[in-house]
């Protein structure tokens, strides 16, 4: 009896340990970044890691930065401005009707979205939400919010992820030559599958950043298709990312 007892006990220690290695897999804080640039507040860099499905899973990781937001976001809103908030930017159920009525580019584009006409919204995912961590633990967003750039890569040989990042401690992001010259150097085997970046609003529009692109963010889609080859454009607000395919880019209003 008592050889059982200390073979179930082990059988649960060792159970135990896989559970936590499970979930330190969760979190890819130790990456090794390699720098491109850095002066203080602006940074440039990129990482790479193998291409596993929890990566676009929904299912989060550390992101103790990113809970934290959501937090003081729901004690600065209260849960049902809060809750209201996050459910009008994830909604696609508008009336395409409504697209006949918009007043500027802008208002086009985001109908466009919560029309469904073009691009599906979901729940951020585990890279996602990291990339976003990563720049709201740097500057939080609603006391100083900021944009990135999020350029994501596949390697067809090799089953790599690289992810170049590029973030600065203003609203927009800087431009990011430095990461477009890494690009052109690269082999045919690297191919551009996502460019991400965040959305934010003020405090007026109750901070939930529109899933839309803007004029500025679809003309640059358009350009790193005719470039780069990008496949899919992607923009989140911490809650909810849409996702544009490539085929779509020439729909929406631009520069």
Known sequence: MNKLITLMLLILFFQGCNFIKSNENKSIEGLEKVMLFNDGSTEFYYFELENKDELWESELGEITALEKYKDSLKLQLGNKKYEEAIKKESQQTLGAHL?????DGDSINALLVHTRSIGIIRNINFIESYILNYQI???PMLSRPTEFHGFILKNEETEIIRVYFGASNTEWPPHP??????????SNDWKLIYHLHNHYCKKENDYVGILAPSLADAQYYKMLKERFSLEKALITNGFHTVEIDKEDFEKFESH
Not at 99 to 103: D, I, S, Y
Not at 178 to 185: A, C, G, P, T, V
């Open 137 to 139: 633990g740097r500057f």
């Open 177 to 186: 030559t430095i990461i477009l010259n890494e690009l052109d150097k690269l």
């Open 99 to 103: 697209l006949e009525r918009a007043l």
